[in-house]
């Protein structure tokens, strides 16, 4: 590898993930880094279509061979696994690192119980007997916060409620400790209550093993509690990234105000949202030139024309807070102070 | 299950009688009758009342179908005006031959079928795949009667690798306890007649397997290829499954289904009888059997095979069902 092993547990550097097409080629992911420590959460934020869930499947290396194309380093543990042997990729996979699913249903093979499911994950990566893994298996179901877990080991998927699914997905993802869990929109197929429940048992789960933990999400409320850190995608690019304060509070970039004023709220109507994003997420085979922003943000009359013409870059603003915007720093926490933030507390 | 099973048969019931019927008016719906083809062109009007008469031909259609209902109930299905013989007994003859050449197709079809269509959508748009593809089509268009005279030209009279025609060599001293040959031989432990039979059973086995063939593979083909992007097939991936375990255990079990339905299908298709392959290779099966009965204007034979069909057709369809719920709990019945 060109450079050293990174020091942090998870570190992506300069990730791409482009997919040929007839169309042309899609940038899905175009130049994402971060980095993330044990115990520590981050959030991932962006509408449909940012390249949310191509970015999760990168980490664990479920892009099919050819189909994408892959640069950049993927640093796990002091491991790089872009350059990595799809078999050694696969031997981390469930054990290292682990995945929940947005749709339980669908992501649960039918024809198996949820006992045979999480039993198969567990001998994956456990020489035991099937006896063994299913006493594990039912003390998962019962961590997870199943009822009579040794009853419901032996149900089929389609015999769970959605909440229930969830929690047994969860269970299984968890069976074999991973140090490394990517949650893709683990409570949207939920309703709120049941979500709530889920985010605190996710929380809690990752307190107890200690684990790294990404979640992913288009709603902002999803992750705000339980995120130490947020990053914002758009159009394949990072566009603002800082701590779960720094996105709150003192976000600088227009598209995380979108965010922010289209966040549903339990005070207020759903259709009644304070100030939607514009326009339609971009085309990610023609990026809209300069910043891939630009045809919606409603400052970019304010950049003396970089908007349309350079694309910016993600430049640090204050102490690890990192924006992705031609507006001057001082022009931006103007904006927030004085147009952004009355309004969003006005309501 | 038990439950669903006796629903099922108990539906049977009303199924049959209303066929009844419909087979009784439409056997005497058809242009002349037993009479007239056994006596010929040139028979006599007395001669055709004679054998009317005989048959119970004369009376009203009611009667008859009462009489002959009431006559299937005690397990007669009547005598064969064309060979004499009792129905219940030429079924007892050629349909073990039928279903020897049916499950010989099947297996052909099934066995080479579900390995090409799963390579063609493993291999997905490769030349792999668009040889399974134009294959398939080649193998649904091509005329069973020309491939099967094809086969028998080359492999049995060009190569004289195989017999070229019926169910076992006349010369063979060979016993038929049971009618289905095949077994016969090692019931009897007679392996000469068994492997004798089983040659025969090859080319038309083949010719009439080639359209279930093309169609298993495309099924499964198909099927696979939705299976692949499922999302538990991701979910296994994400386990960190081997790629050999995430085919045999996540997708072919899925992909099967739709192939049990054709595959279903296709067995209760076949054992209505393969007139076409039976005639090219002088198989004396149910099929070339029926073909020839209709000629005769035999309807007793007619109306006995056609009911037997049926009854087979719903037991078959009842079979699907049933591995259906073995395969899928998301169907299991209660
Ligand atoms: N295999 C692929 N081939 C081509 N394009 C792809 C492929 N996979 C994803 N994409 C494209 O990449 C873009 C990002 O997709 P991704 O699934 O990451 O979005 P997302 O942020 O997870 O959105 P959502 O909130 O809807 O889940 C989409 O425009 C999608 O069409
Ligand atoms: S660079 Fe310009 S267009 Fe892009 S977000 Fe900033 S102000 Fe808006
Ligand atoms: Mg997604």
């Known amino acids: 590898m060109s450079t050293p092993a990174p020091s942090a547990f998870l570190e992506l550097r300069d990730l791409r993930i482009h997919f040929p097409t007839e169309d042309g080629l899609v940038k899905s992911v175009d130049g994402l880094s971060f980095k993330l420590e044990r115990g520590k959460t981050l959030g991932i934020v962006g509408e449909s279509g940012s390249g949310k869930s191509v970015t999760s499947l990168g980490i664990l290396g479920l892009h099919k061979g050819g189909r994408a194309k892959i640069s950049g380093e993927i640093w796990l543990d002091g491991e ?61 179901l019962g961590r997870v916060g199943i009822p009579q877990p040794d009853k419901r080991v032996d149900s089929y998927p389609h015999e769970f409620s959605g909440g229930m699914r969830q929690r047994a997905m969860i269970a299984m993802a ?7 869990l990517i949650a893709d929109e683990p409570t949207t197929a939920l309703d709120v209550t049941v979500q709530a429940q889920i985010l605190d048992l996710m929380l809690d789960l990752q307190r107890e093993f200690n684990s790294a933990l990404i979640v992913i999400t288009h709603d902002l409320g999803v992750v705000a509690e339980l995120s130490d850190d947020i990053l914002v995608m758009y159009g394949g690019k990072c566009i603002e990234y800082g701590t779960a304060e720094d996105i709150f509070y003192r976000p600088e970039h227009p598209y995380t105000w979108g965010l922010l004023g289209s966040m549903p709220r339990l005070d207020r ?9 514009k326009g339609t997420p971009p085309s990610l085979i023609n990026v809209p030139s300069g910043c891939a922003f630009n045809p919606r943000c409603p400052y970019a009359g304010r950049t003396a024309g970089k908007a349309t013409t350079e694309v910016p870059q993600l430049l640090e603003t204050e102490g690890g807070h990192l924006v992705r915007c031609h507006l001057p720093r001082e022009e931006r926490r103007g904006i927030w102070e004085n147009e952004i933030k009355p309004m969003l507390e006005g309501q | ?28 719906a058809l242009p002349g009758g037993p009479a007239e083809a056994l006596l010929g062109e040139r028979a006599t009007p007395e001669a055709v009342a004679r054998v009317k008469k005989l048959y119970g031909l004369d009376r009203p259609w009611y009667e008859q179908y009462l009489t002959w209902v009431g006559n299937v109930f005690r397990g007669d299905l009547g005598v064969s005006s064309r060979t004499q013989h009792p129905v219940v007994e030429e079924l007892l003859r050629t349909f073990p031959a039928t279903v020897e050449l049916a499950l010989v197709a099947m297996v052909f079809a099934v066995g080479a079928g579900v390995p090409l269509g799963y390579l063609a959508a493993r291999r997905h748009g490769t030349w792999i795949d668009h040889v ?12 069973v009667f020309f491939l099967g005279y094809m086969l028998k030209f080359v492999f049995a009279e060009k190569l004289g690798l195989l017999p070229t025609d019926g169910r076992q060599d006349p010369l063979l001293d060979a016993g038929h306890p049971t009618g289905f040959y095949v077994l016969d031989g090692l019931v009897t432990g007679n ?17 009439l397997g080639t359209i279930p063939l093309a169609i298993v593979v495309r099924i499964t083909r198909a099927s696979v290829l939705d299976v692949l992007h499922e999302d538990y097939v991701r979910t296994a991936e994400a386990k960190g499954l081997a790629p050999a375990t995430i085919r045999g255990r996540h997708v072919l079990r899925n992909a099967l289904l739709p192939v049990v339905t054709v595959v279903g299908l296709q067995v209760g298709l076949l054992l209505g009888g393969a007139v ?23 309807y007793a034979v007619l109306q006995g095979f056609i009911l037997f069909t049926a009854v087979i057709f719903v037991l078959v369809n009842l079979l699907v069902d049933v591995a259906y719920g073995l395969i899928d709990p998301r169907v299991r019945v209660t």
């Open chain 1, 80 to 140: 790089e696994l872009v350059g990595a042997s799809q078999d050694h990729v696969r031997t981390l996979r469930g054990k290292k690192m682990a995945m929940i699913f947005q749709d339980p249903l669908s992501s649960m093979h039918p024809f198996y119980t949820v006992g045979q499911q999480i039993i198969e994950a567990y001998r994956i990566h456990h020489d035991v007997s099937k006896a063994v893994a299913r006493k594990h298996a039912i003390d998962m």
């Open chain 2, 1 to 28: 299950m038990l439950g669903f099973v006796a629903r099922r048969l108990a539906l049977l019931v009303p199924i049959l009688l209303g066929l009844s019927v419909l087979l009784f008016l439409w056997v005497r």
């Open chain 2, 191 to 207: 392996m000469e007649a068994f492997g004798d039979a089983l040659a025969h059973l090859v080319l038309p086995g083949v010719a």
């Open chain 2, 276 to 298: 076409l392959t039976e005639t090219v290779f002088a198989f004396p099966g149910f099929g070339k059997f029926m073909a020839d009965s209709i000629v005769a204007r035999d």
């Open chain 2, 132 to 143: 399974s593809v134009a294959g398939s089509l080649f193998g649904i268009t091509i005329p």
């Open chain 1, 174 to 180: 968890l069976s074999c400790d991973p140090e490394l």
């Open chain 1, 269 to 277: 109507e759903p259709t009644d949202r304070l100030m939607p994003i």
